[in-house]
């Protein structure tokens, strides 16, 4: 009987690799719903608490994002557009990766529950629990409606930062929730469409895949007409002014004009790619607008008194 | 003395040796980790100035 010992390389990962293994750019879209969840609650943080819970809910997706990427490492090393991650490359052994995600989950919880406060905490476990376990490791793998329910992870962070400043969860958060919840499909869908051949090639059962493009396209269409007027309630349900109404509904509009060019599209990618990229800035704008609301909110209301 | 003969003779170098390359990456991932850690010492005692003598009542 033989036995065989593997010996691991010494580690040549640099700052920058760990910094990569945390998705910066989800991880940006997650502080900044966070921040406007934060800042239209009705109680104010103080500064240093609220920087606190945004450094948190940042590391907390920074760890989700860490522990995707070390599960997913098979089949990233098939993509075209994840084969350079630190894992499939080589840069950082999976075993660090699970190393660093596990401890940058339990810290960033831990001091969420200790600094700022035990709901806001449970959210954050929560929506990291739901990206690792359910999304990356049940979900992702086996059904085209992966990106629908693991959406619910990415949709947390405006109540996790309402949670931070209010102790609780109120209708404006879960409005928030339901606003990036039901954005998910278009944006995720429409990048699958033209990257249908790198997820065929690793299993991954995307829509596009599964259903075909056609399917995908009226999806599409689908989750934009029920996001148009969902990205407008803040507005109509007294929760915004009127100003973010007109945004909202001129925004919404675009991307339902998009989402039906989209589905009208029979070769090349061009409308997917429109749809991805309007699909960011819908978003942005929409979060944007509630934080201008916000502020100029506050400062009428320093005018006045 | 043999013992004194024993203990001046240059061991020969056993086990991992680093590149440059890891020694440098090595040295700058100690650095992100002390630097994360004193971030986080320096948090914990401006969250409890801020806080006063409540630091430990926080809301649910």
Request: a positive charge; proline letters at 5%.
């Amino acid at each position: 009987m033989s036995l065989t010992v593997s010996r691991v390389e010494p580690s040549i990962a640099g700052v920058g690799d760990y910094l990569e293994l945390m998705k910066p750019r989800v991880m940006s879209l997650a502080v900044f719903t966070a921040l406007v969840g934060l800042l239209i609650a009705p109680i104010h943080l103080h500064p240093v608490i609220a920087f606190t819970a945004l450094v948190c809910i940042a590391v907390g997706a920074g760890a989700a994002g860490a522990l995707n990427m070390w599960y997913d490492a098979d089949i990233d090393a098939l993509m075209e557009r994840t084969a350079a991650r630190p894992v499939p490359a080589g840069r950082i052994a999976p075993g660090e990766a699970l190393a660093f995600g596990v401890t940058l989950a339990v810290g960033s919880v831990v001091v969420l529950g200790l600094l700022v406060n035990v709901i806001a905490a449970a959210l954050l476990a929560v929506s990291i629990g739901f990206y690792v376990f359910v999304y990356t490791m049940w979900l992702k793998r086996s059904t085209p409606q992966n990106i629908v329910i693991g959406g619910a992870a990415g949709a947390l962070p405006p109540m996790i930062g309402w949670a931070a400043a209010t102790g609780s969860v109120g209708v404006e958060p879960m409005l928030l929730f339901l606003i990036i919840f039901f954005w998910t499909p278009p944006h995720f869908w429409a990048l699958a469409l033209f990257r249908s051949e790198d997820y065929a090639r690793a299993g991954v059962p995307m829509l596009p895949v599964v259903a075909g493009e056609a399917a995908t396209r009226r999806q599409i269409l689908f989750y934009a007409l029920i996001l148009a007027p969902l990205g407008a309630a803040p507005w109509f349900l007294g929760y915004a002014s009127v100003v973010y109404g007109i945004v909202a509904v001129a925004a919404g509009a675009a991307i339902v004009a998009l989402a039906f060019r989209l589905h009208a599209e029979r070769n090349g990618y061009a409308a997917s790619k429109r749809m991805f990229a309007f699909s960011i800035l819908y978003l942005f704008l929409l979060f944007a607008m509630l934080l201008v609301d916000r502020v100029a909110t506050e400062l009428i209301g320093w005018s006045l008194a | 003395m043999m013992t004194d003969i024993v203990m001046n003779e240059e061991k020969p170098q056993t086990g991992v040796r680093l590149t440059e390359q890891q020694l440098r990456a090595r040295r700058a991932r100690s650095i992100a980790i002390a630097v994360s850690l004193g971030v986080l010492v320096v948090l914990f005692y401006i969250v409890t100035l801020v806080k006063g003598p409540g630091v430990l009542v926080r809301p649910l």
